[in-house]
């Protein structure tokens, strides 16, 4: 079984930063892909930014130029990178890995950007 922590919420005037970390803990024996979803209230999960194995990233449009995700291999962790943060930023992230093609998701931390 693997599991995924979270840490790095937390609430932040607009235009601040933020890091997010979630780190797979278990049996794993390959990572595929890690990525950041964020849900806010009323609205659907959406994926904001994912990393493959190989270093390859993608973004939402929204997030492009102020979100980096990156990614420790050594540590099973991976980051993200808020700047630049606006209200609409504020939902509950989630990260999510592929691990030997199985989907794992974090508990969830809180983003809140007030404006």
């Known amino acids: 079984q693997v599991q995924l922590v979270e840490s790095g919420g937390a609430l932040v005037q607009a235009g601040g930063s933020l890091r997010l970390s979630c780190t797979a803990s278990g049996k794993i024996y390959n990572i595929n892909t890690m990525g950041w979803y964020r849900q806010a209230p009323g609205k659907q999960r959406e994926l904001v930014a994912s990393?493959?194995?190989?270093?390859?990233?993608n973004y939402v449009d929204s997030v492009k130029g102020r979100f980096t995700i990156s990614k420790d291999n050594a540590k099973n962790t991976v980051y993200l990178q808020m700047n630049s943060l606006k209200s609409d930023d504020t939902a509950v992230y989630y990260c999510r890995f592929i691990v030997d093609a199985q989907f794992y998701w974090g508990q969830g931390t809180q983003v809140t950007v007030s404006s």
């Open positions: 990393i493959t194995s190989g270093g390859s990233t």
